[in-house]
Nanobody, 120 residues
Framework: QVQLVESGGGLVQPGGSLRLSCAASGNIFSLHAMGWYRQAPGKQRELVAVILSGGRTDYADSVKGRFTISRDNAKNTVYLQMNSLKPEDTAVYYC??????????????WGQGTQVTVSS
């Protein structure tokens, strides 16, 4: 079992920055893709950014050039640096990871979510 704990959300003015963190703990054997999703009120959950174990990244078009995803494999942690925030970035942000066991069983995990509000 893997637990994910997110932190770093909050209220920020338009144009400001926030850094989200998601630390994985528990019986960790191998973490593969680690990513961030978000869900705004009345909308579906959407992918924001993902980083593979080798470091390759992918971003939603709406955040390209403003957000940067990174990971620290030694700390089992994924980060999301969010710059030039806009009101439309307001949402609950969720961490998501793929984990495999020594037997090769792959399972996907979600964090509890952290609120990001961009408002003046």
């Amino acid at each position: 079992q893997v637990q994910l704990v997110e932190s770093g959300g909050g209220l920020v003015q338009p144009g400001g920055s926030l850094r989200l963190s998601c630390a994985a703990s528990g019986n960790i054997f191998s973490l593969h893709a680690m990513g961030w999703y978000r869900q705004a009120p009345g909308k579906q959950r959407e992918l924001v950014a993902v980083i593979l174990s080798g470091g390759r990244t992918d971003y939603a078009d709406s955040v390209k050039g403003r957000f940067t995803i990174s990971r620290d494999n030694a700390k089992n942690t994924v980060y999301l640096q969010m710059n030039s925030l806009k009101p439309e970035d307001t949402a609950v942000y969720y961490c998501n990871v793929d984990h495999s066991t020594p037997r090769g069983s792959l399972r996907n995990y979600w964090g509890q979510g952290t609120q990001v509000t961009v408002s003046s």
